[in-house]
């Protein structure tokens, strides 16, 4: 039996009391531990080094502890990757049947088309490992590791532009407004570090497609738990290196002046909050030589260079995979990953192959480096976009045909933390086109997920406008069948 | 259980809002104990949702709870009692599959209020406010005001005492930063310190009141309710102008705008008679909303989207009711239908020429266009000589006469003159310009280019001809040049001046209006009945004969019998100045909202509000007057632990400053601040490469004072906010936002320690503390101390800031370059100032600027 969660009551004061109980423990003062062996310092991270979250046990064992979220901006086409659908190719050029196009609408990109011609995959696809996944050819690494992943082909959604439905995938919702995955579980679960923050967002790809900060944003739960964009120009976290002029000794001295002074307040007029404040400055400084120690990969020996292909300082997806990594290890909840140029309304034939090789080896070394470390079992990975593509082509069929917004299904997969390896869950119609088995929402996806790292997702809730508000909104069921 | 002891447990929950002591025959008070109770746990099945509802038993309604389900007196012969204490999982209530548990407090209360008779009364805030007599208490001489009756009555039923006022200093940087967002000058502290009168407090109030910074503070809170931005949201996130209705609220505010015309103007200001310029741009209120832009996106669909976010926007900001809830099913907890949803959104379906959807960078109708006189007459002045110079060149090229055979002619090799595309004969020049300047020219000319010399027809030719005469012929080059060049002069400026006349977003009703559906599951695409506009059946009908559409609504809205209007705007003016509301969910007035902490309080503020003509700053002068709002924040941890959220009112709330008061504090107190007030909004300090992984966007900079300007004219890119805001806990904007969370993390101690605004800032509160004229460091720190934190500091802290410059001048003694290189930064002159002792100051200023009380507003 579990206890229910008092949602707790939004408003200026509403964080108070996790964060007294924390300050309760934590001692002032910006010794020498701090400028010491930062990292070594958060491996045995006593567990003072915690913050709790809003809940005080999960309502579930835990199989995970941490997600490393790959989203795929733009929406990878279910048909050319995860989803092979042989029998288009007889049907090549055809018009789309409308029994199998239903009612459901399509986006003005291609609802004034005379046709809506059916267009094979223009990939190959080929079985693998153990399990017999079938990815197509020009992802090799993975297939070497896809006997971990779960594959889901049957998930849906409903939005059917890209804003709305990554606001979906992140929120639970199309509409603005609602707070994203990393930030319920920021929120839920609390900080595992002292150095770092909870929720880390890194961007790679090509440029086109906009990521706005509104896919992992808070929303109505404390700000504190927003997802904080390492900045690939510049300082990662903003504002983190000091002026021209200060160095890292005279800052640490001034922060000891603010602290003094801050503490001296404190005593006059009792609010906890200089409290909150104080230790708010010290897990600045800390920052400031945790970040750029564990941003920098010039330590990272040649093997892991080669198994990643990173480089570096340079902003790839490849460095990102293995920047999650290493945040993992230092105790960061929540790594959200967006690559973008999955957006493929054209070229799919040239496309496809290129945008997979970008992903394939930095993933698939992403799943083997924390395998080897002992890390997978603990860490939870998603692999996946905001919906999938039309089995139609946009415009007329070419060789250089591409696909338009269809998230009537598409795929995702997961491996870590709770998952079962292997497993392919949920079919499409031969068309690509419809959801005929096991059909996965995106609300379905978002307990499953939950529910690995122990979380109930109808009872993790917060009080907002009169509703007690939770990431799946009013739907979502766990899938055992994804489960170990 | 009793039913004192259940509510004291109840209490101490915080699931009855209240801490005082209750006799022990009290009443159970339906309102304030059983309907949150009901609404929190049973009412998701027996409510008004109609699709979710388990069964024909409601228990939101008297008339179907009472029979079987609730027995008036008889707990022990109710079906409700018989089930909430069933231990057989298959009757028990809740189900134990809702995870929803009554807690045997809960239980014992239904019990009392069904013993009592199961009394329903309507949701307190659905009834208009009576103004309430003022209760008796004993400490009288403590009160300064009615407001005080009401809080010392609670504070004295819980057996406890009102803090003492907060001494002069702290009364003074209090007042200053609620009513204007800045903090008090070291003058203007001294001014106040200086006046033993009686009336010292009160001219200080008044002198607040009528600053002009008064206005942007307002405005700056009602930007967040008005979800007010420079650019579209959505994924494209283009520029777009408002600017003007932000200029308009400060303006409203400062002219102290009474509420209701302030209400009435945003909400129907384009349909007043006669709507003056100023009350169409107020009538932007409704086109703050978001814009989708992204290519393949549903006119249809966006249209109902923006109608929607308008019904929700209003409901939420003048009734503090969440309509919006209803928008894809009947409200689970409130008595707002789907159908009544719709009929609300109605009101704001019919905007004129808005489109659902467009492209980027296009500017959405309907606009107003505005310009100064001076660019009017321009303009005009613009017309008349392009007029004069047209008529001109036209006998110019008139006089003009072709070599006839010149067409027969084979086109000559260029001679050197003829370089730049002058020819001595139109069909060289036709050559010529086929090849090279085709997509350059006249719409007109190319066409006719494009026919065959022969195939022309007469106005083809004379066209080709007059064109060739003006940009080609060189016999004709040294009587056109200059003519041309005139005539380019001209347009450029022309283009110009449109650039420059500013235009702002509003709105304008169909001459016929757009039909409304009820939208089945919110859908567009699933039409229900067709609805008309009106308001929910709760409140009173819209009067006869009154206009159905928004100027009927406003007029409405506005209306003294209207009971949420004025206890919703009090309300969040009670906000203002104690951090939290009277009732503490402003954005939820509705039945799962909070309980007022001080009913009486609300009541008799939104009365007397309506009294005085809803005249603000009235109402607001009586709430910092009153000892309530006086009284020192010194945190009592005693009474911290019985009343942690200050409910009772015992002591001032202290609290952060806003995103945007943080960084006008630092530039006031440095002397950075450019406090013009309006335009169009400026683009600050923003790292380089902020928007490089996200979007398109530029960042142009702002060059000279308006890189100093205050926060509320930012730009505010709605899907990326303005770093060093988003990290203080600003809004998007992209909805209407009631109460701004306030955190605390270290991203925003980097900001204020490292951010360049902020870093200036310290270099030039450094270098006004070095051309002072205190001779000492000690009376220096004394003044950098007071400047930033209104105070002197006291002898301890005299001490750490002596030990802080001590080692910070010993250090860039030592290391001139690295003071070099701090002083580099600053955008102050510092001529003659030497370079280690700047540099040491600088950093200490960092610290003042860093400081907890520097950032708070006790």
Redesign the interface.
Same mark, same amino acid.
């Given at each position: 039996m579990t206890t229910?969660v008092?949602p707790l009551?939004?408003?200026?004061?509403? =964080?108070? /009391?996790p964060?007294r109980q924390f300050l309760a423990r934590t001692s002032g003062g910006l010794g020498a531990a701090a400028l010491a062996g930062l990292l070594q310092d958060q491996l045995q991270a006593a567990p003072s080094h915690r913050r709790p979250g809003a809940l005080s046990a999960t309502h579930i064992p835990a199989r995970a502890k941490r997600v490393i979220y790959l989203f795929m901006a733009g929406g990878p086409s279910h048909i050319d990757t995860f989803d092979p659908k042989p029998k288009l190719a007889a049907l090549n050029g055809q018009e789309l049947p409308a029994e199998v196009r239903g009612k459901q &609408?399509i986006?003005?990109?291609?609802r004034k088309q005379k046709q809506l011609q059916i267009a094979a995959s223009p990939m190959t696809f080929r079985k693998y490992g153990e399990s017999g996944q079938v990815l197509n050819v020009h992802m090799p690494e993975l297939a070497k590791v896809c006997d971990e992943i779960a594959i889901v082909r049957s998930l849906h959604s409903e939005p @059917?532009? %890209?804003?709305p439905a990554v606001n979906m995938l992140q929120t639970g919702a199309g &509409?603005?407004?609602r707070p994203c995955m990393g930030s319920w579980v920021s929120w839920g679960l609390g900080s595992e570090n002292r150095s770092m923050?909870d929720f880390v967002v890194l961007?790679s790809g090509t440029?086109g497609?906009? *990521?706005? /900060?509104?896919y992992y %944003?808070s929303g109505f739960l404390?700000?504190?738990h927003q997802g *904080?964009?390492f900045? /690939?120009?510049?300082?990662p *976290?903003?504002?983190?290196?000091?002026?021209?002029?200060?160095?890292g000794r005279?800052?640490g001295?001034?922060?000891r002046?603010?602290n003094?002074?801050?503490r &001296?307040?404190l005593e006059? *007029?009792?609010?906890?909050? @200089?409290e #909150?404040? @104080?230790d708010?400055?010290e897990? #600045?400084y800390r920052?400031q030589s945790s970040v750029p120690e564990m941003m920098d990969l010039s330590g990272e020996p040649k093997h892991v260079h080669e198994l990643y292909g990173t480089q570096p300082g340079k902003v790839s997806f490849a460095n990102n995979c293995l920047l999650a990594r290493r945040m993992i290890e230092r105790g960061v909840r929540f790594v959200q990953l967006y690559q973008r140029g999955w957006d493929m309304h054209s070229d799919i034939k040239n496309r496809m192959p290129k945008q997979c090789a970008e992903v394939d080896r930095p993933t698939a070394a992403l799943l083997r480096d924390l395998k080897q470390r002992g890390l997978l079992d603990e860490t939870l990975i998603i692999w996946g976009g905001e919906f999938g593509r039309t089995t139609y082509c946009q415009g007329e069929l070419k060789a250089t045909f591409g696909r338009? %917004?269809h998230p009537r299904c598409f795929n995702a997969w997961l491996a870590g933390g709770g998952i079962r390896g292997g497993v392919t869950h949920g079919a499409t119609d031969d068309f690509g086109y419809n959801v005929v088995e096991n059909p996965v929402h995106v609300h379905d996806l978002q307990a499953t997920v939950m529910h690995c790292l122990g979380i109930?997702h109808? =009872?993790l809730v917060y009080?907002f406008?009169?509703?007690d508000q939770r990431l799946t909104d009013i739907g979502g069921q766990v899938v055992p069948e994804l489960l170990a | 259980m009793t039913r004192a002891a259940a509510m004291a447990v109840l209490m101490s929950l915080g699931v009855l809002p209240a801490a005082e002591k209750l006799p022990e025959k009290a009443k159970v008070d339906f309102s304030r104990a059983i309907r949150p109770l009901l609404a929190n746990k049973c009412l998701k099945c027996h409510g008004p949702g109609q699709q979710q509802r388990a069964s024909e038993l409601r228990l939101d309604l008297r008339k179907s709870a009472i029979g079987t389900a609730i027995v008036p007196g008889r707990p022990d012969q109710s079906e409700l009692v018989k089930r909430i204490t069933s231990k057989d999982p298959q009757k028990r209530m809740p189900p134990p599959e809702s995870k929803l548990e009554l807690t045997d407090p809960e239980i014992a209360l239904l019990k009392a209020w069904i013993s009592d008779g199961a009394d329903y009364t309507v949701h307190w805030s659905f009834v208009p406010p009576v103004r309430p007599e003022p209760p008796q208490v004993a400490g009288s001489g403590w009160i300064l005001s009615t407001i005080d009756r009401f809080v010392l009555s609670r504070i004295e039923r819980a057996g406890l005492k009102p803090s003492p006022s907060a001494d002069r200093e702290s009364l003074i940087r209090r007042l200053t930063l609620d009513l204007t967002g800045l903090p008090p000058t070291g003058s203007e502290i001294d001014r106040f310190l200086s006046d033993k009168s009686l009336r010292a407090y009160e001219r200080l109030v008044d002198r607040l009141l009528s600053s002009q910074h008064y206005g942007e503070r307002m405005a700056q809170t009602w930007l967040d309710l008005a979800r007010f931005g420079d650019t579209n949201g959505y994924e494209n996130d283009s520029e777009r102008s408002m600017w003007l209705y932000r200029d308009w609220v400060i303006n409203a505010f400062n002219t102290n705008m009474p509420f209701d015309r302030f209400a009435l103007e945003q909400l129907a200001g384009d349909l007043l008679p006669h709507a003056s310029t100023s009350q169409q741009i107020a009538s932007g209120f409704n086109r703050n909303t978001t814009y989708n832009e992204e290519g393949g996106s549903d006119p249809e669909e966006f249209q109902v989207v923006y109608a929607v976010e308008r019904a929700s926007t209003t409901g939420t900001v003048f009734l503090g009711l969440t309509l919006g809830c209803a928008q894809c099913h009947e409200h689970k907890y409130d008595p707002i239908s789907q159908e009544e949803f719709y009929s609300f959104y109605a009101f704001f379906n019919s905007v004129d020429g808005e489109k659902g959807a467009q492209g980027h960078d296009i500017p959405l109708p309907p606009l107003l266009v505005l310009s100064t006189p001076q660019q009017k007459a321009e303009s005009q002045q613009l017309v008349k000589d392009l007029e004069t110079l047209e008529k001109n060149i036209a006998a110019e090229v008139a006089k003009v006469k072709l070599p006839q055979l010149a067409l027969r002619t084979t086109p000559p090799k260029p001679t050197g003159k003829d370089h730049d595309g002058y020819f001595g004969n139109q069909s060289a020049w036709e050559t010529h310009a086929k090849e090279h300047l085709l997509s350059k020219l006249p719409k007109a000319v190319q066409n006719a280019l494009k026919v065959e010399p022969g195939d022309r027809d007469a106005k083809q030719k004379t066209t080709l001809a007059n064109h060739f005469i003006r940009f080609g012929y060189s016999p004709a080059r040294k009587i056109f040049t200059p003519l041309n060049k005139r005539h380019k002069t001209l347009t450029d400026r022309q283009g110009k001046l449109k650039t420059l006349t500013p235009s702002t977003m509003v709105m304008k009703e169909m001459p016929k209006r757009r039909p409304a559906f009820l939208l089945l599951r919110g859908d567009f695409q699933q039409k229900g009945a067709e609805v008309e506009p009106n308001v929910p059946a709760i409140f009173k009908a819209l009067p006869e004969g009154a206009p159905r559409n928004r100027l009927g609504l406003a007029r409405w809205l506005i209306d003294p019998e209207h009971p949420l209007t004025a206890r919703v705007v009090v309300n969040r003016l009670w906000t203002q100045f104690f951090g939290a509301g009277l009732v503490r969910t402003p954005e939820d007035f509705g039945v799962r909202g909070e309980f007022p902490t001080h009913p009486g309080l609300l009541d008799w503020l939104a009365v007397e509000f309506m009294r005085i003509g809803w005249n603000v700053k009235a109402l607001q002068k009586q709430i910092v007057m009153s000892a309530t709002y006086r009284q020192a924040s010194r945190y009592d941890q005693a009474i911290g632990r019985r009343d942690p959220y200050n409910r009772l009112l015992t002591r001032q709330n202290r609290f952060r400053l806003s995103a945007e008061s943080i960084r006008d504090t630092a530039l006031a107190v440095s002397g950075l601040l450019d406090d013009r007030i309006g335009g169009p909004s400026v683009y600050p300090f923003q790292p380089d490469g902020y928007y490089s992984d996200k979007g398109r966007w530029k960042w142009p900079q702002s060059t000279g004072r308006d890189l100093y300007r205050r926060g509320l004219y930012t730009f505010w890119r709605r899907t990326t906010t303005y770093p060093s805001f988003q990290i203080f806990d600003a809004p998007t904007r992209e909805l209407c936002t009631v109460q701004r969370p306030r955190t605390n993390t270290p991203l925003q101690a980097l900001v204020t320690l490292n951010e360049r605004t902020f870093v200036q800032a310290a270099h030039a509160l450094a270098a006004r503390v070095l051309r002072g004229a205190d001779n000492s460091d000690t009376l220096r720190l004394d003044r950098a101390f007071r400047i930033v934190v209104g105070r002197r500091p006291d002898k301890s802290e005299q001490k750490i800031l002596g030990g802080i410059l001590e080692s910070q001048l010993k250090h860039y003694r030592r290391d001139t370059k690295a003071a070099q290189a701090l002083v580099a930064q600053g955008s102050v002159d510092s001529k003659g100032l030497d370079p280690a002792a700047l540099a040491a100051w600088t950093s200490l200023a960092n610290v003042l600027l860093n400081l907890d009380e520097t950032i708070t507003r006790e």
């Open positions: 229910p008092l009551r939004p408003g200026p004061l509403a =964080q108070v /009391s964060r &609408r986006t003005l990109m291609t @059917i532009n %890209h804003d &509409r603005p407004g923050p961007l440029k497609q906009p *990521v706005i /900060s509104r %944003h404390p700000s504190r *904080v964009q900045q /690939s120009q510049g300082d *976290v903003l504002f983190l290196s000091n002026p021209g002029g200060i160095d005279t800052r001295r001034l922060i002046g603010i003094d002074l801050n &001296r307040r006059l *007029v009792g609010d906890p909050e @200089i #909150a404040r @104080i708010s400055f897990l #600045a920052m338009d %917004h109930d109808e =009872q009080r406008q009169g509703r | -």
